[in-house]
């Protein structure tokens, strides 16, 4: 039936008895492969019938059911190894060489972890030591459940500020001011320990309902949903994030008093509050906070430059804190500059206590918002560590993981986590292997935390806003991407800059779902901009290119071959059927209203029997008038032999009426589906209807390059069915050229029922890949 060969012997033989410069040309012409193949044009009624046999598939749903759910002991380790990656990796744990490095690095992300803790639970409007719970039970539950050996789960800065914003919202200063006891004529003032109490009911329950968000998603494998949230958006989200935090951070690095907002507007309100009260800006606050911030810049800039000499990054955040907290308590800053402190740190862990569940209701959507963006941060890393260092993390298991972490957690009063890229790279930079330098780094918070976590109670709220501040840098660094995309990509600028703006502006929830409904609303766009074209023949091979677009790209006349790069389905099959009828310049409707126009001039011309009636019609192919003289006109005309002369000068009686041509030059059409991956009923019965339109004006429609799921999906919709059979689809363009120049009645001579019963046979051959058609099998080839 077909044959496909790989020529390299007796064409070298050849090759060798050349002239010298054609032998080198020879030569590279045989240095290309060779593709032979001669077949029969196949259509989809006998591919299917004669070709292609479907598996015997009969097991029944019950039986699939079955299969799922039988346990035996192989899928039970398979199970536990996946639920618990831990397994695969400890037992063979290469202590000599892996220790010391996962040692070191531990010790310097818990460096960094422990600041990071402090810093980052203001951002959450809680007191400082939540940060370091979030610091330690996360992280160590991560070493059992988690995927990726080099991120640093923990406390976030966007994160912790989508916190910070819901338990504002839910528990604003105005509703803790309370009058004194003594019942004097003075103002009510803020019970700061009721309200942080509420706060932190507020983050614990919705950092419960963060980690069964994620946990749920993990079980039911859904951990595609992050490729929703596309790098533009992400990008933009995280740099509108970094403008708030920055804004939420310059009243503690002026030390000044202002009420925290939320929702849409946040940032605006709080810069402006901030700038209100310049006037009672702090002075030794600022004085200190630019000192950290220039230090960390200094430090920062160092690691970076040194990065391949120093054995360890010189750790900035730690020393700003220790320096810090030295001077504030040696200079008593606090009770005589009136400069804030972190406060009371308890020491040791608190007691698991249930959430407060009834605050779920108001907390619902925000917790949606919190679980995705966590998971898509963390992934992110995750999966540019692995590939950098050239191993695997499951989607689906860093789910489970993040949702454990943030379930199990929140019973020991911590807020939701994921992984930071600044410890990540700590981590990574400073040689981690595994988890388990994630595991010292928790250890080490846990240190702090049950034996010296008082020592931290003088350190300046200044300087962990400097140690903020500073860590953001990265990401204001994104607006980098702004004249990069507009060079490479219009729409995902679009993107970029709608989630910057709307998160900036709305908030960072509502600034998250816009971002998302907008990058939906960009590929549906592009769906309803589809790239759409003629194809032509390219002489000597077997491809068909766009004609506007190639030189090369030649028509076979009669036939329009129908391209674009988008599949078929409710949203854009409109706009796929106009494209046809423009692209290929036959609109069935105009044909069929020319014929119409026509049949009523021959009708009238007949009935008032007026020899001097011409109709004269013009083909807009061939640019070519034609005059169509009525049957009277017609019989006299021949009679008197002047029908040759009909052509000639008119006399001035005579009435000409001009008509559209009513029979297309066009006789076949082909829809190339080589890009449509899926189409559904809407689209179905559009083409369907198109294919009855062009069949009334006698141009047939056939389809080329369809996958076999697509057909599948034809099948399941009944497509073939009425005008439509199997026989209309072609595996690819050229069978389909090939047939309908074969059975076109207007390019090829009628063929004998022997021939008929005869397949057309397609044949490429030599280097040049020259398709070429053959009457029947084993006959001469002739070009089409």
């Not at 193949?37 to 259509?43: A, F, H, L, M």
């Amino acid at each position: 039936m077909g044959e496909i060969s790989n020529s390299t012997g007796t064409e070298a033989v050849a090759a060798s008895a050349m002239q010298p410069e054609e032998a080198g040309a020879g030569e590279e012409a045989e240095s290309q492969p060779l593709y032979r193949i001669e077949r029969p044009v196949y259509d989809e009624a006998f591919i299917s019938s004669q070709l292609l046999n479907r598996k015997d598939n009969s097991t029944t749903l019950g039986q699939r059911l079955a299969q799922q759910l039988r346990c035996s002991s192989k899928r039970a380790k398979a199970a536990a190894l996946t639920f618990l990656p831990i397994l695969t990796w400890l037992p063979s744990y290469p202590v000599k060489q892996y220790l010391f490095s996962d040692v070191v690095s531990g010790l310097s992300t818990g460096v960094v972890q422990l600041p990071q803790g402090l810093a980052y639970a203001m951002l959450a409007a809680v007191p400082p030591v939540y940060g370091l719970y979030s610091s330690f039970y996360p992280v160590l539950l991560y070493t059992f459940f988690g995927t990726s050996r080099h991120i640093s789960v923990g406390t976030f800065a966007v994160i912790s500020l989508m916190i910070g914003a819901v338990a504002v919202r839910e528990a604003p200063d105005s509703m803790f001011y309370v009058l004194p006891a003594n019942g004097s004529n003075v103002s009510a003032v803020l019970d700061v320990e009721a309200r942080d109490a509420r706060r932190v009911q507020v983050a614990v329950v919705l950092t419960t309902l963060v980690g069964i968000i994620q946990l749920a998603l993990g079980l039911l494998r859904f951990g595609f949903v992050a490729i929703y949230l596309t790098e533009p958006l992400v990008r933009g989200f995280t740099t509108a994030a970094a403008v708030h935090v920055v804004v939420s951070q310059l009243k503690y690095l002026l030390g000044v008093k202002t009420q925290r907002f939320s929702g849409p507007l946040a940032a605006i309100y709080s810069a402006t509050a901030v700038l209100s009260h310049i006037a009672s800006t702090n002075v030794p606050t600022v004085i200190m906070g630019l000192v950290c911030i220039v230090f960390l810049y200094a430090v920062k800039d160092l690691n970076q430059r040194f990065k391949k000499k120093l054995p360890i990054p010189i750790p900035g955040e730690i020393i700003v804190v220790i320096v810090s907290t030295g001077v504030s308590y040696g200079l008593s800053l606090s009770e005589d500059y009136k400069v804030e402190v972190v406060g009371k740190i308890p020491t040791g862990l608190l007691p698991p206590t249930a959430p407060e569940f009834s605050l779920l209701p108001s907390l619902v959507t925000d917790s949606f918002a919190v679980a995705i963006v966590g998971f898509s941060m963390g992934i992110s890393l995750a999966k540019t560590f692995a590939l950098k260092h050239g191993y695997s993390v499951d989607g689906n298991q860093e789910l489970i993981a993040l949702g454990l972490c943030n379930f199990i957690s929140s019973f020991f009063q911590t807020f939701a986590i994921t992984c930071s890229m600044s410890r990540s790279l700590v981590q990574e930079s400073t040689g981690g292997k595994t988890q388990i330098a994630g595991l010292l780094a928790s250890l080490m918070v846990l240190l702090v935390v049950v034996a010296i976590g008082f020592v931290f109670q003088p350190l300046p709220q200044t300087a962990l806003a400097a140690i903020i501040m500073v860590n953001l840098l990265g990401m204001f660094k994104q607006f980098a991407d702004i004249p990069a995309l507009w060079r490479t990509s219009k729409i995902e600028l679009a993107i970029w800059l709608v989630a910057f703006v709307a998160s900036v502006l709305l908030g960072l929830d509502y600034g998250l779902l816009v971002a998302i409904s907008f990058a939906i609303l960009s590929v549906i766009y592009r769906t309803q901009r589809p790239k759409s074209a003629i194809l032509g023949h390219v002489p000597g091979t077997g491809l068909y290119c766009d004609v506007d677009e190639y030189e090369e790209a030649a028509e076979y006349e009669g036939i329009k071959i129908f391209y674009s790069n988008a599949s078929v389905y409710f949203v854009n099959s409109d706009l796929y059927v106009s494209a046809l009828k423009q692209k290929t310049g036959v609109d069935p409707e105009a044909l069929q209203a020319a014929r119409k126009t026509q049949k009523k001039v021959m009708e009238k011309a007949k009935s008032t029997k007026n020899p001097s009636l011409k109709l004269c019609g013009t083909d807009k192919q061939q640019e070519v008038s034609h005059e169509v003289l009525s049957y009277e006109a017609a019989a006299e005309a021949h009679g008197n032999g002047q029908l040759g002369e009909s052509g000639g000068g008119r006399s001035h009686s005579e009435e000409a009426v001009f008509l559209e041509p009513a029979v297309s030059a066009v006789h076949s059409i082909i829809l190339d589906w080589t890009p449509c991956s899926f189409i559904d009923s809407v689209g179905a019965k559009a083409i369907k209807q198109v294919i009855k339109e062009y069949r009334a004006v006698d141009v047939q429609v056939v389809l080329a390059g369809c996958s076999r799921s697509l057909l599948c999906e034809l099948d399941t919709l009944q497509f073939f069915s009425g005008v439509v059979s199997t026989s209309m689809v072609f595996p690819t363009i050229h069978d389909a050229v090939l047939r309908c120049l074969r059975s076109n009645p207007r390019t090829a001579a009628a063929p004998t029922d022997e021939a008929a019963r005869r397949q057309p046979a397609l044949s490429t051959e030599g280097n040049s890949g020259d398709l070429t058609r053959k009457a029947d099998v084993g006959a001469p080839s002739a070009e089409p």
